[in-house]
C-alpha cells in the first residue's frame, strides 16, 4: 500500500520551486516526513500571498494553499 502527498491550489511560487502535485511513498513516515519538510519550507520561504494548511487522513497527507485574508 503506498501513501501520498497532494498539493492542492498550486500557486506560483511551489511551481517557480519544482513542486509536483502528488508524491507517492512506499511508507507513512516518509509522506509524513516529506509532508513536514515541504510545509516548512512553504511556510518560511514562499511569498506572504498564501497560507499553507497541512492536513492527514489515513497517512495520506495533503497541503492546501489558500489566500491570506488581509486583516
Known amino acids: 500500500m503506498g501513501y501520498t502527498l497532494e498539493v492542492k491550489n498550486a500557486c506560483g ?3 517557480r520551486d519544482g513542486g ?3 508524491q507517492s511513498f512506499d511508507s507513512i513516515q516518509d509522506a509524513k ?10 511556510e518560511k520561504n514562499y ?9 492527514t487522513m489515513g497517512g495520506n497527507y495533503t497541503i492546501t494553499i489558500q489566500p491570506r485574508v488581509a486583516g
Open 33 to 42: 516526513e516529506e509532508a513536514q519538510t515541504l510545509h516548512a519550507r512553504m
Open 47 to 55: 511569498c506572504k500571498k498564501h497560507k499553507f494548511v497541512l492536513s
Open 13 to 15: 511560487c511551489f511551481k
Open 20 to 22: 509536483v502535485d502528488i
